[in-house]
């Protein structure tokens, strides 16, 4: 999203521009000629724009004005020929920003920060371009340095002037692989247990990647260099081993601050999905309370569990008019429960349990059930009262349609990473048509749908004997739905 620039930051970016051409012309004056301090000028208007904040043209006439003007302090004599220097200045400028836009490209998997275009600018987020922009900016202008000592070790002739066009290079082959490094972490998380942590395997596959970045890095800079016509001084093989050595560890902090740039990204996409599933849990927990009002512990199931409490109290039944009072007192105060939108798997299979104890007061003998929870799902997190319907669907139309009444199974079992909870019953069962299910088993599949997307799903199908209905509910199990 484009924001305006105050006055401020726009002062901010030209001083900047204007210090870069102060040191670049002042740094190569003493030797008399313009070529390395307007390549160092070029390099400092590509590197402002890169990040996407300063306005090209801005940093190109504020980088170029820094050079008459320095020229006027030590030599007296003010030389508007130097204002030519406009055209070289401005190539890097708007060279940086179309780079910039390549980085955009490059870091469009990741998430964006959430931002405010009216805030002040000092006071908004940065960007992930920005971050990662100043990042590899910072890595090359600090290995120059490193580079020129390398190059002047070998008596390269123009070891600071090399070094500088193989530090632009660098800069540009780094944006280039962004896309390639980031396209291949997300490659790794989406088929490695990411919960296991940084592996060996891993590790060494880091390394490898960073060993073959940098030897394609040494053979470019040189390979290139000898297209500009740069002298191979003392060979190109010697220039190839100083590069390798000199870009390892430059490269391995580019390759680390790219990762790390992807890593923050998820750590930020997994704060909004939390907090998107989260409000979505709310609201969706606020409509299932009304509706579990309104139809699930419906009048009829309150008439009918008000019924058998009469016929318990008339047979002089305390106990049993004590567990089914209880029971609903349970169902209700669960139902009412406001302060979660979501309960561990044990809650909900407790609820479970208490609504067949209270139905059981109606039916007796005529419903048998029975409540499996596998190891390691008891403290998995699922939107509450999502079973409910299911298991009313399976007493209501399963069990109640028979004279015999019949059996209703409950199983909960983890698969890798998802929770299976299955629901099946001996009676008469559900149509399996997705077209023929009730209100029930509809906003069970849309509230999964709004929560978790297409990895939640609810199935609806016969028994292998034909005799009832099976209904399986799959929720992932992930960061956001484990406890």
């Not at 590790?203 to 073959?212: D, S």
Request: overall charge positive; aromatic content about 6%.
């Amino acid at each position: 999203m484009k924001t305006r620039r105050s006055i401020q930051e726009l002062s901010v970016w030209a001083i900047l521009a204007f210090a870069g051409g102060c040191f670049a012309s002042w740094t190569d004056a003493a030797a008399n000629e313009v070529q390395g301090a307007v390549l160092a000028a070029m390099l400092a208007a590509f590197a402002l724009t890169l990040p996407g904040r300063a306005p090209a043209l801005l940093v190109a006439v504020a980088a170029t004005i820094a050079f008459p003007i320095v020229h006027a302090l030590r030599a007296h004599v003010f030389d508007p020929s130097y204002l030519m220097l406009i055209i070289p200045t401005s190539i890097a400028a708007f060279g940086g920003r179309l780079a910039g836009t390549l980085l955009d490209t490059a870091t469009s998997r990741l998430a964006e920060v959430e931002t405010t275009p009216s805030a002040p600018w000092t006071s908004r987020p940065l960007s992930k371009r920005f971050v990662l922009a100043v990042g590899l900016v910072t890595i090359a202008v600090a290995g120059l340095p490193a580079v020129s000592t390398s190059l002047g070790a070998l008596r390269h002739p123009a070891a600071a002037w090399l070094a500088m066009v193989w530090q632009v290079m660098t800069l540009l082959g780094w944006i280039g692989f962004t896309p390639l490094i980031l396209r291949e972490r997300a490659t790794s998380n989406a088929t490695a247990n990411v919960e296991a942590g940084l592996t060996a395997f891993g590790a060494l596959r880091h390394a490898a990647a960073v060993a073959v970045l940098t030897v394609t890095h040494a053979l470019a800079v040189v390979s290139i260099s000898v297209l500009l016509f740069i002298p191979m001084v003392p060979s190109w093989g010697a220039l190839v081993r100083a590069a390798f050595f000199a870009y390892l560890p430059l490269d391995l902090l580019a390759y680390l601050t790219i990762l790390s740039l992807g890593y923050v990204s998820d750590t930020e996409r997994h704060r909004r999905e939390t907090a998107r599933r989260e409000a979505a849990l709310r609201a969706e927990t606020l409509d299932s309370r009304m509706s579990a009002l309104r139809a699930r512990l419906n009048p009829h199931f309150l008439f009918n569990a008000l019924n058998s409490v009469d016929v318990l109290a008339r047979a002089g039944n305390a106990d049993g008019m004590s567990k089914v009072l209880g029971g609903l007192t349970s169902l209700l105060r669960y139902v009412l429960d406001e302060r979660r939108p979501n309960v561990p798997l044990r809650d909900e299979l407790e609820f479970v349990r208490q609504y067949f104890e209270v139905q059981q007061a109606r039916f007796g003998d005529r419903l048998r059930y029975s409540i499996i929870a596998r190891p390691g799902v008891d403290d998995a997190l699922i939107p509450q009262l999502i079973l409910q319907p299911i298991i009313e669907n399976a007493v209501e139309h399963g069990i109640a349609r028979t004279l015999d009444g019949g059996a209703v199974r409950v199983e909960a079992v983890r698969q890798t990473d998802v929770l299976e909870v299955t629901v099946e019953d001996d009676g008469a069962g559900v149509p399996t048509e997705p077209s023929t299910h009730g209100i029930g088993l509809s906003s069970t599949r849309e509230r999964l749908a709004r929560l978790f997307g297409d990895r939640a799903s609810v199935t609806v199908e016969s028994r292998a004997d034909a005799r009832g209905t099976r209904v399986v509910v799959r929720i992932p199990l992930d960061a956001q739905t484990r406890g």
